[in-house]
């Protein structure tokens, strides 16, 4: 584990069925928090962590990613023409040069784990990421979650996954984990449990969208039978791993807003609305309003 955290997948096969009728025509993952896509902030956060090959993992219907991350050449000419510097290289930079995207299909929903097993033919046996684009989480202008965990992958040898304390009584909604202090931020996982009841949990301490994992996963997703609704669970598979080599649950610096429902979005757009200076006076005149 100790190599370079190269490559990232992004799960994005998701029908987005809490955000219909929106999503009948546009990818969830295009859902815009001010005047960018969620997209965009999970391939931002995957660039500042070092990664120069982001797999999207897909299903046969869902061509608006592809073509966000395609070079716009009517739009582009246009832009030059109009002189508007500015807007093109906005339109420009949605992807540095030296990064490459690489789709692949997912035939068929059968669950987290089966979506990072259909990246296993570009990944190889390498250590890489998983980020789940409807969790956005914010640092600012300060080093992003991945990259926080691919540092302290590299240093500790070890897998990592993102970690949020919730209220217990929403434990069946998470992967939880059970694990033991080693620093102030990260802890040994001792066991995963996928959305156990309130009663059973091991902990609250949730599992969220960013993970980095060895090549070593992907042998074990090959093994691991349907659970919970039929799926393969991308955290049995961790289960299995861990008693192999170390994984550690990090608490990473950010904030994170669940945009996988609306409230979420909601405040997400208002946070960013904040962190703009042009917009954000004019945001809180306006919020002291109502």
Known sequence: MSKRLRKVVFPVAGLGTRFLPATKVVAKEMLPVLDRPLIQYAVDEAVDAGADTLIFVTNRYKHAIADYFDKAYELESKLAQSGKKDLLAMVQGTLPRNVRCVFVTQPEALGLGHAVLCAKPVVGDEPFGVVLPDDLIWNGKRAGALRQMAELSATENAGV???EEVPHNQTDK??????????ERAAKIRLVVEKPKPEVAPSNLAIVGRYVLPGRIFELLETTKPGAGGEIQLTDAIEALLSEQSVLAYRFEGTRF?????LGLVKATMAMALEDPQLAPAVRDWISTI
Not at 174 to 183: E, R
């Open 161 to 163: 996954i993102a970690v």
């Open 174 to 183: 998470y992967g939880i984990v059970d694990a033991t202090a080693v620093s």
């Open 258 to 262: 669940d945009c996988g429902n609306k």
